[in-house]
């Protein structure tokens, strides 16, 4: 409405069939005539010509025409008969179903009838534009999906609210969404789907999508009867060239960007590029704003009629070209994800997860073996980026079937080897150590049966970083001993290096190691040929040798391999620039130099997270939180903590979640009473409005997904440690509690609810967030705003008002808490003031409040649970 409001002559709403633009310029059209505009609906779905075209709209408007009709151009005695008639305030005239007429005279023509008419407005719904001048052009975009509450699961719901399986579609939220998912939003797709309620649960619909189902409905006109129907028409549009592409095309799951569309079609990116123009401009391919290039996707819906419109000749031949044209690039992709400072990011990561689970999926069922080889070859490089946005599960049971396959025994011994031990070394690092295992498993057995004595001693060593990485420390030493004194070790630098760093480690972990036996041989290791010869394993062992240094309480000897590590003046890695200021940041912080060593944390945070958050992120940024908790800068460790949760509801890492848990426990919890617990507070409602911002972010999550997503983590039980402690400061006399919404206080042993007294709650609340920001009293001016915001008050009438609300508080309990000091008000700077999210709400049930006035003690019953974020 906002383009006819503004005076657009033609505006055209355009999208691909069963979108709903039908619905929407109606629903523009009640719009209109609201605002006083006249509306006027012509469909020419039936039209085939530009005279037909010139009849309907004259008949649509009303327009009388001469006798004389059938002896002259229509086209121009309708345009002549409408501009000669006064059109008053205003006409919005609908034309709907107009793509057939787009491209033929009838799409010229209908600008014209309306060219001498300039109070009439077109609104026109198109599966194509009309590629006119004038023409404003809204592009339809399909429900969102995301979410138990989306508008496409909303959708669903209202169309199955009848239905004979109405119970099973309302009790499956979830599976609702994915279906949602499934049909890519189209509002017509999901009301076929709909129809289906009175026979067919929603999980098992689901299932049958993937045997292709038709959504056919009986008795519906035909070109809205299957969301088939709703495709059809566009693709018979297209030229042979342009069908062609989109089967190509139709193979890839997720987004393409130009060169993988060229690599496709074997084009030139030029002639590519005009192929996806055309594809676009029929609806069947949507363009999507990336990080440095534009990307290309197509529905759902689109690609099962493509792919079912071709042979599986041709779809083999596609997926043919895919594999080859990614397996051609992934040495290039490769080098780049192995540089530090070129790390991908989130946005090129989920780009490749379509293209590579294609190849993967094809991989688990195709009887060619160099089908199977291009499917084990991308299993890392997946498995990589997934890693790297935290989805690394998604594709773990499609990579353990693939490698169980018995073809895969077939395959040369280099090939399965090195997919398998890439394999465990990703998977291994996102948290996953049972799959994990098994991909070091099979590449050991793989080893043993064909490789030599020491490349089984490096694959020991890489089972040992795997359970290392998951803190089964005496499985590390179990494996690592066998080899302690073994030539093999002599034989490969780098073996040897890891294995004596994993040895030192795990005995650290374990409470066995000391300075002297372990320390001392991993700085003798740093004059050795092998180490002195090669920079990165020199920078390697002088991160560890700190990390050791620090657990040990070496701290000298931590800084100086630190300040060793920053002598090497091209620190390309921004990964080893981070561990390098992380162990300072460790190392200054037991020296006491609280600022120096947050100021490294930070320099290690920004090289972690250059490209995206990683686990040594996150790791990192909770210890800054306990290094800002623990010099008092409370404000830092709450920010500090809000920052770093939202990255950890994204990820399936169970380090990261194991990470959270302890900062949470220890930092909030068993430290409470040291952190003064006034000023972590709000760590409850940090953590809970973290949870809902991802699903902001990722669309729409509702508050009770979001709670059950934080009890998952375990994350309720570090904040009832919280309350304990905050309850058991609570309790001293000193101490004035205020609940987290102000709906009540604690002073001395009796509990007062304000919540009946909203006026007296909010003044509460006002004072108690000036005593927590510092000493100053509050003035009357800002209390008055306070309270009464919509009211214009004189300076007399404020004051008596502020005087009586502050007086009903001091009878409330507050007694001589309250002071007033250089013109304002606040709480006795001598009193500690805290918040509190005690359990229960306000006291025991059946507590006794007494209060100043006539009568006997009021009871006050009490609600079982307080009402927080919580409940």
Same mark, same amino acid.
């Given at each position: 409405m906002g383009l006819v409001r503004e005076g657009a002559r033609l505006v055209s709403i355009i999208g691909i069939g069963g979108l709903g633009k039908t619905r929407v310029a109606i629903a523009a059209s009640h719009r209109a005539a609201e605002e006083g505009l006249d509306v006027a609906y012509c469909d020419v779905v039936a039209v085939h010509s530009a005279a037909e075209v010139a009849l309907a709209v004259a008949n649509a408007l009303d327009v009388e025409l001469p006798d004389s009709l059938s002896r002259r151009d229509p086209v121009d005695l309708v345009a002549a008969a409408i501009a000669r008639r006064d059109w008053g305030r205003g006409t919005l005239l609908v034309v %709907?179903?107009?793509?057939?007429?787009?491209?033929?005279?009838?799409?010229?023509?209908? !600008?014209?009838? +309306?060219?001498g008419a300039p109070r009439i407005q077109l609104l026109v719904t198109s599966r194509v534009a009309l590629e006119r001048p004038e023409e404003l052009r809204v592009p339809l975009a399909p429900l969102a999906c995301a979410g138990d509450d989306s508008p496409a699961v909303e959708l669903l719901l209202a169309r199955t609210r009848h239905a004979a399986l109405a119970e099973a579609w309302r009790a499956d939220r979830g599976t609702l969404a994915r279906l949602a998912a499934r049909l890519d939003g189209l509002p017509l797709a999901l009301e076929l789907a709909a129809a289906r309620a009175h026979v067919v649960t929603p999980e098992r619909l689901l299932a049958l999508f993937d045997e292709r189902l038709s959504l056919a409905v009986p008795g519906v006109e035909p070109r809205r009867a299957s969301r088939e129907a709703a495709v059809a028409w566009s693709f018979e549009q297209l030229g042979a060239s342009a069908r062609e592409a989109l089967t190509r095309l139709a193979v890839v799951e997720g987004t393409l960007d130009l060169e993988l569309v060229a690599g496709l079609l074997a084009r030139d990116p030029q002639a590519a590029l005009a192929e996806v123009e055309e594809l676009c401009r029929f609806s069947l391919v949507t363009v999507e704003p990336g990080a440095d290039a534009a990307r290309y996707r197509i529905l759902e819906t689109v690609r099962d009629f493509a792919l079912a419109q071709a042979s599986p000749?041709?779809?083999?031949?596609?997926?043919?070209?895919?594999?080859?044209?990614?397996?051609?690039?992934?040495? /290039?992709?490769?080098?780049?994800?192995?540089?530090?400072? *070129?790390?991908?990011?989130?946005?090129?990561?989920?780009?490749?997860f379509g293209r590579y689970l294609a190849i993967l999926r094809r991989g688990l069922t195709t009887t060619s073996q160099v089908a199977l080889a291009d499917a084990v070859r991308v299993a890392g490089p997946l498995l990589d980026r997934l890693d790297r946005v935290g989805l690394v599960v998604v594709a773990i049971p499609l990579v353990l079937e693939?490698?169980?396959?018995?073809?895969?025994?077939?395959?040369?011994?280099?090939?399965?080897?090195?997919?398998?031990?890439?394999?465990? +070394?990703?998977?291994?690092?996102?948290?996953?150590?049972?799959?994990?295992?098994?991909?070091?498993?099979?590449?050991?057995?793989?080893?043993?049966?064909?490789?030599?004595?020491?490349?089984?001693?490096?694959?020991?060593?890489?089972?040992?970083?795997? &359970?290392?990485?998951?803190?089964?420390?005496?499985?590390?030493?179990?494996?690592?001993?066998?080899?302690?004194?073994?030539?093999?070790?002599?034989? %490969?630098?780098?073996?040897?290096?890891?294995?004596?760093?994993?040895?030192?480690l795990a005995r650290r972990a374990l409470g066995e190691a000391t300075w002297e036996e372990d320390g001392e041989r991993l700085v003798a290791m740093l004059d050795s040929p092998a180490v002195t010869s090669h920079q990165q394993r020199q920078r390697s062992l002088l991160i560890n040798i700190a990390y050791l240094a620090h657990q040990l309480g070496r701290t000298e000897i931590a800084l100086d391999a630190c300040d060793r590590l920053d002598a090497y003046v091209a620190l390309d890695d921004l990964g080893e620039r981070g561990?390098?200021?992380?162990?300072?940041?460790?190392?200054?912080?037991?020296?006491?130099?609280?600022?120096?060593?947050?100021?490294? #944390?930070?320099? &290690?945070?920004?090289?972690?997270?250059?490209?995206?958050?990683?686990?040594?992120?996150?790791?990192?940024?909770?210890?800054?939180?306990?290094?800002?908790?623990? /010099?008092?800068? #409370?404000?830092?460790?709450?920010?500090?903590?809000?920052?770093?949760?939202?990255?950890?509801?994204?990820?399936?890492?169970?380090? #990261?979640?194991?990470?959270?848990?302890?900062?949470?426990?220890?930092?909030?919890?068993?430290?409470?009473?040291?952190?003064?617990?006034?000023?972590?507070?709000?760590?409850?409602?940090?953590?809970?409005?973290?949870?809902?911002?991802?699903?902001?972010?990722?669309?729409?999550? !509702?508050?009770?997904?979001?709670?059950? *997503?934080?009890?998952?983590?375990?994350?309720?039980?570090?904040?009832?440690?919280?309350?304990?402690?905050?309850?058991?400061?609570?309790?001293?006399?000193?101490?004035?509690?205020?609940?987290?919404?102000?709906?009540?206080?604690?002073?001395?042993?009796?509990?007062?609810?304000?919540?009946?007294?909203?006026?007296?709650?909010?003044?509460?609340?006002?004072?108690?967030?000036?005593?927590?920001?510092?000493?100053?009293?509050?003035?009357?001016?800002?209390?008055?705003?306070?309270?009464?915001?919509?009211?214009?008050?004189?300076?007399?009438?404020?004051?008596?008002?502020?005087?009586?609300?502050?007086?009903?508080?001091?009878?409330?309990?507050?007694?001589?808490?309250?002071?007033?000091?250089?013109?304002?008000?606040?709480?006795?700077?001598?009193? &500690?003031?805290?918040? +509190?999210?005690?359990?229960?709400?306000?006291?025991?049930?059946?507590?006794?409040?007494?209060?100043?006035?006539?009568?006997?003690?009021?009871?006050?019953?009490?609600?079982?649970?307080?009402?927080?974020?919580?409940?």
């Amino acid at each position: 409405m906002g383009l006819v409001r503004e005076g657009a002559r033609l505006v055209s709403i355009i999208g691909i069939g069963g979108l709903g633009k039908t619905r929407v310029a109606i629903a523009a059209s009640h719009r209109a005539a609201e605002e006083g505009l006249d509306v006027a609906y012509c469909d020419v779905v039936a039209v085939h010509s530009a005279a037909e075209v010139a009849l309907a709209v004259a008949n649509a408007l009303d327009v009388e025409l001469p006798d004389s009709l059938s002896r002259r151009d229509p086209v121009d005695l309708v345009a002549a008969a409408i501009a000669r008639r006064d059109w008053g305030r205003g006409t919005l005239l609908v034309v %709907d179903n107009f793509e057939h007429l787009a491209r033929t005279r009838a799409g010229e023509a209908l !600008p014209r009838l +309306v060219s001498g008419a300039p109070r009439i407005q077109l609104l026109v719904t198109s599966r194509v534009a009309l590629e006119r001048p004038e023409e404003l052009r809204v592009p339809l975009a399909p429900l969102a999906c995301a979410g138990d509450d989306s508008p496409a699961v909303e959708l669903l719901l209202a169309r199955t609210r009848h239905a004979a399986l109405a119970e099973a579609w309302r009790a499956d939220r979830g599976t609702l969404a994915r279906l949602a998912a499934r049909l890519d939003g189209l509002p017509l797709a999901l009301e076929l789907a709909a129809a289906r309620a009175h026979v067919v649960t929603p999980e098992r619909l689901l299932a049958l999508f993937d045997e292709r189902l038709s959504l056919a409905v009986p008795g519906v006109e035909p070109r809205r009867a299957s969301r088939e129907a709703a495709v059809a028409w566009s693709f018979e549009q297209l030229g042979a060239s342009a069908r062609e592409a989109l089967t190509r095309l139709a193979v890839v799951e997720g987004t393409l960007d130009l060169e993988l569309v060229a690599g496709l079609l074997a084009r030139d990116p030029q002639a590519a590029l005009a192929e996806v123009e055309e594809l676009c401009r029929f609806s069947l391919v949507t363009v999507e704003p990336g990080a440095d290039a534009a990307r290309y996707r197509i529905l759902e819906t689109v690609r099962d009629f493509a792919l079912a419109q071709a042979s599986p000749e041709r779809v083999e031949a596609s997926l043919d070209r895919l594999a080859s044209t990614l397996i051609a690039s992934i040495g /290039a992709r490769l080098e780049v994800l192995g540089s530090g400072s *070129a790390r991908l990011s989130a946005d090129a990561a989920r780009a490749s997860f379509g293209r590579y689970l294609a190849i993967l999926r094809r991989g688990l069922t195709t009887t060619s073996q160099v089908a199977l080889a291009d499917a084990v070859r991308v299993a890392g490089p997946l498995l990589d980026r997934l890693d790297r946005v935290g989805l690394v599960v998604v594709a773990i049971p499609l990579v353990l079937e693939l490698m169980a396959r018995p073809e895969v025994e077939a395959l040369p011994f280099a090939l399965r080897h090195d997919a398998a031990t890439a394999c465990a +070394v990703f998977v291994g690092a996102s948290g996953e150590p049972g799959p994990s295992d098994a991909f070091i498993a099979r590449a050991l057995a793989w080893t043993e049966t064909e490789g030599d004595a020491l490349e089984i001693a490096r694959m020991r060593v890489r089972s040992s970083a795997v &359970a290392a990485y998951h803190w089964r420390f005496a499985e590390v030493l179990a494996h690592g001993e066998s080899l302690v004194g073994s030539p093999l070790l002599d034989r %490969d630098p780098s073996l040897h290096l890891s294995h004596t760093v994993q040895l030192a480690l795990a005995r650290r972990a374990l409470g066995e190691a000391t300075w002297e036996e372990d320390g001392e041989r991993l700085v003798a290791m740093l004059d050795s040929p092998a180490v002195t010869s090669h920079q990165q394993r020199q920078r390697s062992l002088l991160i560890n040798i700190a990390y050791l240094a620090h657990q040990l309480g070496r701290t000298e000897i931590a800084l100086d391999a630190c300040d060793r590590l920053d002598a090497y003046v091209a620190l390309d890695d921004l990964g080893e620039r981070g561990h390098g200021a992380r162990e300072r940041a460790r190392a200054l912080l037991e020296r006491g130099a609280v600022g120096a060593a947050l100021a490294h #944390y930070d320099r &290690a945070i920004g090289a972690f997270g250059r490209g995206g958050p990683t686990r040594e992120w996150t790791e990192t940024s909770l210890d800054r939180v306990a290094a800002a908790l623990e /010099a008092g800068r #409370y404000d830092e460790a709450r920010s500090g903590l809000a920052a770093t949760l939202p990255e950890l509801v994204t990820a399936f890492d169970r380090g #990261y979640h194991t990470a959270l848990q302890h900062a949470l426990l220890a930092l909030l919890g068993g430290r409470a009473g040291q952190a003064t617990p006034e000023r972590t507070d709000t760590v409850e409602d940090s953590a809970f409005d973290a949870y809902v911002g991802v699903g902001r972010r990722e669309g729409p999550r !509702p508050a009770r997904a979001a709670q059950d *997503a934080t009890s998952s983590f375990r994350v309720r039980q570090a904040l009832r440690l919280l309350a304990r402690a905050e309850a058991l400061r609570a309790g001293d006399e000193g101490v004035i509690g205020v609940t987290l919404d102000g709906s009540g206080f604690r002073a001395g042993d009796a509990w007062v609810d304000l919540r009946p007294k909203p006026l007296l709650a909010n003044l509460v609340g006002a004072l108690t967030e000036a005593r927590l920001e510092g000493l100053e009293p509050v003035g009357k001016e800002a209390l008055g705003a306070a309270l009464w915001p919509d009211e214009r008050l004189s300076d007399e009438v404020r004051d008596r008002r502020l005087y009586s609300a502050l007086s009903a508080l001091r009878r409330e309990g507050l007694g001589d808490a309250i002071v007033a000091h250089d013109g304002g008000f606040g709480i006795d700077p001598a009193r &500690a003031v805290m918040r +509190v999210s005690l359990p229960a709400w306000p006291g025991p049930t059946g507590e006794v409040k007494r209060t100043r006035g006539r009568g006997r003690p009021r009871k006050r019953r009490t609600s079982r649970m307080m009402p927080t974020s919580d409940t």
